[in-house]
């Protein structure tokens, strides 16, 4: 009798599953939005209200139609259809609203949201904090001078967090400083030259050459794959679907400590070089003057414009030295004074031009310069 009863149960489902797919069409890659002449479900959840003929889907879990926007199958309060746009992450945004998931973050501004690294989020008055799928509003932040730590710590100019959470003694964040070579990437994942992490923490094994992102935590290699940053059998990432495949982890991690995330070049990982030409844009590799950039329009050293420069023209001089048809420049900033036509590196911090000679910036006896190119010319300082 119990054997009869849930063969019963096996063939109801099957019928009602077949009756409730009868006329429906799927539109969505996860299976989860169908739509059939008069409606759209969300799983077997009617939306209410939803308009099949305009309805789209985003990213899974969002959706509109030209009145509504959706999360799963609940309407979006105030949401714009027109001016919706996927952010990445789980991060959505209108004219109106940013949205975490399917909740509003609370006094954000979306013309000047921004997703920064491990899900910390801000604009132009707040910094927020990812806490259980929304984003809290860090007191007292301020964006400008925001940076974020390593286990769940951040601190600005003036005051050190944790989590949403001020923390009375800003000396300990002195203890959560992030490895300057590491670069954010996605989620919880980030890498430097030789390595991928999971929430900070080494992935073992990881092949850095064909390492790629999955969803729902999961991520692979040639060799391996795994989840949550440790290894499991390889079929686990069969089904996952792609976020960030090896050549675009390639092209975010570039070098000299400049990333590219979300379309914007960023120095350090945290400060974004402002109004760069993406297609353009590269980094200039010299052997000691390190941290340069150009693209069609400016010279950069670090995230700021090396005012006044002419990319068209720069060359390596030597040492920490570059020039252009104009100017000499040093760490960045202009080396008032000096000829540049004439202007040379000798070495062990000594250049000169025709009128000058220089050591550590500052003008010395000519002599010295003299000095210093004959003991190189006669090879007492070895290969410089």
Not at 19 to 35: A, H, L, Q
Not at 259 to 282: N, R, S
């Amino acid at each position: 009798m119990e054997v009869i009863f849930w063969w019963l149960l096996i063939i109801f489902s099957t019928i009602s599953s077949f009756i409730f797919n009868i006329d429906k069409e799927n539109i969505s890659d996860n299976d989860m939005f169908v739509r059939s002449k008069n409606s759209v479900y969300y799983g077997r959840q009617e939306i209410e209200g939803a308009d099949p003929e305009t309805f789209q889907v985003f990213q899974d879990i969002y959706g509109k139609d030209k009145n509504n926007v959706y999360c799963r199958n609940n309407k979006m309060e105030n949401g714009d259809p027109v001016t919706f746009e996927y952010l990445g992450d789980d991060y959505t945004k209108d004219k109106n609203n940013v949205y975490s998931g399917c909740a509003r973050v609370e006094e954000a501004d979306p013309n000047t949201f921004e997703l920064l690294e491990l899900n910390y989020t801000k604009d132009k008055d707040n910094c927020y904090f990812p806490l259980k799928n929304k984003s809290i509003k860090i007191n007292n932040c301020d964006p400008n001078t925001f940076e974020i730590l390593k286990n769940n710590y951040s601190k600005d100019e003036k005051h050190c967090f944790h989590e949403e959470k001020e923390v009375d003694n800003i000396k300990k964040c002195e203890n959560y400083k992030v490895n300057a070579e590491r670069v954010y990437l996605y989620g919880k994942y980030s890498r430097d030259k030789n390595n991928f992490y999971y929430l900070n923490k080494k992935i073992e094994e990881a092949d850095v050459y064909s390492f790629e992102i999955l969803e729902n935590d999961y991520s692979r290699d040639r060799n391996n794959c795994y989840f949550q940053g440790k290894k499991v059998n390889f079929s686990e990432c069969q089904n996952q679907k792609n976020i960030l495949d090896k050549n675009s982890l390639k092209e975010m991690y570039l070098y000299n400590d400049y990333t590219k995330k979300y379309g914007k070049i960023y120095y350090d990982d945290y400060d974004k070089i402002e109004g760069v030409d993406l297609d353009t844009f590269e980094i200039l590799s010299f052997e000691k003057a390190k941290y340069y950039s150009k693209d069609k329009n400016n010279l950069y050293y670090k995230n700021e414009i090396v005012e006044g420069a002419e990319p068209y023209t720069i060359e390596y001089v030597g040492g920490s030295y570059l020039k252009d048809k104009n100017s000499v420049y040093d760490i960045g900033k202009i080396f008032e004074g000096v000829d540049v036509e004439s202007f040379h590196f000798i070495g062990l911090l000594y250049v000169k031009d025709k009128n000058n000679c220089y050591y550590w910036g500052k003008v010395v006896e000519m002599s010295e310069c003299d000095e210093m190119e004959k003991s190189i010319k006669d090879g007492v300082f070895g290969d410089l």
